[in-house]
DNA sequence: ATCTCCATGTAACTCGTTACATGATTTT
DNA sequence: AAAATCATGTAACGAGTTACATGGAGAT
């Protein structure tokens, strides 16, 4: 351990994390950080190739070599014993950050000062992402069922990624009521200023 | 708007939308955005300072100095027109980042390659932190109730806090189904295993 | 011919955190 | 006497985004 387990980012925690599944290139691990699966973590490729240089520096994880389509050849990491001894002592440490920052919730709390016009279409475009979001979670989701993934140990990592599914969806669909519940207020508002107008 | 309306970070929306209620010091903002209230944006107080410094030449809020207990006299900030109209283009605008950011999701996913106390340590103190806050939010819901502000129009500022702090709410309460679903399986797989063990 | 995907990397910048710094008033 | 609260600010660093750069393979 001596050095190789102080100061590490979160993103690299999402790397070793993935990289326990299975070895990926840089531009694999982009793929799966681009738009998180199970929505969790996300990171571009420029910050996701200088973290795999410093965690190899480190040992945490190895690189190797083989020729590739592009101009440089594909690098292909494996995560090392130290690797994955560090991120197991991770998960018992305390959790820092919970959150904190979500900027729909920021902009309803604004919405005040905006047209009622304005603070509809926010709430409609916000129903549509998690619509969909949600959309693809369940399609996930009955792949799982079909393939028994819920009945298997929380030792196995097709297991917690399902309980991160879960999680998902549930996150989806109380955006999904709430967004519902609050149109239907806004709504209802500016009809009963019509029915008023009518009087 | 010519100038003053381009490239804002969002941190400048958070403090407008403070602002747009009451005018406040930098240090009052500072208090409202360490631990969000109705869980939506956090900022420190050395980001918010030279913010707010930045916003003041841009026209966005004007701030007004008065004696002050410390060593440096109190500046007490108030939005302008310019800054209430950015604040109400910005809600129509699209929205940009939909979180993708969780320490406890990622923590769990990972937690394959952990000990299963380890796991149970992770969920006991997830679900201590969100009990926590879902009885602070449900307290601070429950004087929205006494005082009617369930009731009031959307245009009303005290109306949309009350809309973020429902969410709050929900997204308290998915977390911890979740975390307790989660800890009844983790510790239904250990027992299952113990009573295999004793056949 | 142009576009997208594969695959890597760097540079410049913005955003956010931790730590340093000062000093009066109020609480323990 | 020590600590916390009020109240502001800066410096150094770390994290994250956008844009630049290269070039082959396959699709439209």
Redesign the pocket.
């Known amino acids: 351990m001596s050095d190789a387990d102080r100061?590490?980012?979160?993103?690299a925690y999402a790397l070793l994390g993935l990289l326990a599944r299975d070895s990926l290139?840089?531009?694999?691990l982009?793929?799966q950080l681009r738009d998180p699966i199970a929505h969790f973590w996300?990171?571009?490729?420029?910050?996701i190739?200088?973290q795999?240089?410093e965690m190899e520096r480190r040992g945490l994880v190895i690189g190797a070599n083989a020729a590739?389509?592009?101009?440089?050849?594909?690098?292909?990491y494996t995560i090392s014993a130290a690797g994955l001894a560090t991120l197991k002592a991770w998960v018992g440490e305390p959790t820092?950050?919970w959150g904190?920052?979500d900027e729909l919730l920021l902009k309803v709390y604004v919405s005040w000062t905006a047209d009622q016009s304005a603070t509809i279409s926010l709430l409609a475009e916000a129903e549509a992402h998690h619509a969909a979001q949600l959309g693809r979670y369940l399609t996930e989701r009955d792949a799982c069922h079909r393939a028994g993934v819920d009945r298997l140990p929380p030792s196995d990592p097709r297991f917690t990624g399902y309980a991160t599914l879960r999680r998902g969806i549930g996150h989806e669909r109380g955006r999904l009521a709430w967004c519902r519940w609050l149109m239907r207020r806004v709504g209802a508002s500016s009809e009963s200023k019509v029915v008023a107008n009518r009087l």
Chains 1, 2 share one sequence.
């Open positions: 100061g590490l980012p979160t993103l290139s840089g531009y694999a982009a793929q996300e990171a571009r490729h420029s910050q190739y200088p795999l240089a590739g389509p592009g101009p440089r050849p594909r690098r292909t820092r950050r904190g920052r």
